[in-house]
């Protein structure tokens, strides 16, 4: 999948993965319609870094929460 374009399609997957790899349960914070294009690349840039990694850590974790809160409209 190519996300190099700023789509509502590309931010839904981002979003999806992220939350995927954060085993986030509370799925309301990667609400698509909670972020803005605009944030995309920051979010890509979350999303390249996360997917790097085979695992993390809790804070890591947490850390990578906040920083999604803070991206959030």
Sequence with gaps: MDLSAATQENLSYILKRIG???DV???VLLDPVDYN???Y???KWLYDHIMTKDSL???EKQAFIEEL???RK
């Design 37 to 39: 294009l605009d944030k």
């Design 20 to 22: 995927e790899k954060l």
């Design 69 to 71: 809160a803070n991206i």
């Design 25 to 27: 349960v509370n799925v």
């Design 57 to 59: 850590s809790i804070s």
């Design 41 to 43: 690349e920051d979010l």
